[in-house]
DNA sequence: CTATCAACTTTCAGTGACTGTAAAGTTCGC
DNA sequence: GCGAACTTTACAGTCACTGAAAGTTGATAG
């Protein structure tokens, strides 16, 4: 649903084709049923059926019937991990790939009329069920792993030390920030704002997390 | 198993006594079959008869088979919140209540002669078993809305404002990087030095926050 | 064009976590 | 002791997910 269709370059059998295909449908055809009815009201049967297809072969494509909703969990990692490499930063990096995928978003909002409110729809139905939220979160486990292990390996230090560790974990949680910003504006603002209004936020995040919890202490966050 | 047996005050009828005996003998028999064989390799069913009870009672007394594990995750809320409420900010009410959880950790380490022992084989389960670190980032998830509600209540703006959503993450990810502390120098350091090793490593981990992730930058974690 | 091989799908039978319900057993206040 | 409130149990069922074997289909060599 939010991916956002990378054209594969054309030399690619009638075999790779169906795959992709059947992959498709059965994301596309189970976020529809599940924003309708609700994710535990779905049984994965019925999306098979819907998709003409057999139950064991949903699960020959997705390993859960979560992650039908949250398409490729890798392409955050395989976008990150480069990122890493080449920024001058981790921040950087982040910083980057967030705006990438918010421009993705964005993209994918303004090429459908309806866009808008589906994606909406979307961040409440993760929102209000547990097993996507606990889905989310093993993903974002994930990007600390890879963040961490980047910052230990460009300083030379075992990656569970502290440093990478909570500095990758807080990085981790601007996806966070982005996201429910996302889903805070994209029903109210215009569509021409809401980059911005994304970007700031997300901004403001990082600038508390760059320039110390202490920064912005007009209310006590650290202690006086 | 970590749970430090919070002795309840003696007026307590027969009915609660035996409710507690047996929700403790379900958790040590639960923990220690799972230490012994994996956790995927022991049915709940098993730990029903090992306790002499129907397994519809264990789903009684405890939500999922994880829970088995990590008993009373509420624990920490419990203790959080006031904690929130009468500290000078929430890093300090954090830290204070991630050192009491380490005292009383040691103290259980110390009152028993094989504890160092089973408490690795704890840790290294919690790692090996993804179910159970999902539980573990669930708990996490809990903490995090707590705290940025306190932040927000205290600063009166929403709760899902950024600030007090990334200072919330950024400061449960403490509860990590002491995990993690605690489960690599429980084994190697003595006992006497466990507490302030691990403390140290929760300090460096809370100052890089307070200070900013820029503060200790010999090698690069925000743009140069 | 056809035989063949490999990949993919389906069918099927099963495991195991978890839930509701109604009956049987316990504990508590009197 | 006795009835009310509460627990436990037995039972039957749902549903996500898995492995194995047989069937089907796309690719390929002859």
Redesign the interface.
């Known amino acids: 649903m939010i991916t956002v269709d990378w054209t594969d370059p054309g030399g690619e059998g009638l075999r790779e084709r169906k795959k992709r295909q059947t992959r498709q449908l059965l994301t596309d055809t189970a976020t529809e049923m599940f924003l309708d009815r609700g994710f535990d009201a779905v049984r994965v049967a019925e999306v098979a059926a819907a998709c003409g297809v057999s139950e064991k072969t949903v699960y020959n494509y997705f390993p859960t019937k979560e992650s039908l909703v949250v398409d490729h969990p890798d392409t955050a990692i395989a976008t990150l991990r480069p990122a890493l490499a080449s920024a ?5 990096a982040v910083l980057t790939v967030l705006a990438g995928e918010l421009r993705a978003v964005a993209s994918w909002l303004a090429s459908q009329p309806d866009a808008v409110e589906r994606f909406a729809r979307f961040a409440a139905l993760i929102d209000a069920t547990p097993p996507l ?2 889905y989310q ?2 993903m974002a ?1 994930r990007l600390v792993g890879v963040i961490a292990e980047a ?1 230990a390996a ?3 230090v075992p990656s ?1 030390d ?2 990478p ?3 990758a ?2 990085l981790v ?2 996806w ?2 982005q996201f ?2 996302l889903a ?1 504006y994209v029903d109210g603002r215009p569509a021409s704002e809401l980059v911005d209004a994304v970007t700031a ?2 901004r ?2 990082a600038d ?9 202490d ?7």
């Open positions: 001058k930063s981790p921040v950087d939220r606990a979160r093993e486990g910052i460009r300083a030379g569970d502290p440093e560790q909570i500095v974990i807080a949680g601007l966070r920030v429910a910003a805070r936020d997300v403001r995040a508390l997390l760059v320039g110390g919890l202490g920064g912005c007009q209310l006590g966050i650290t202690r006086s």
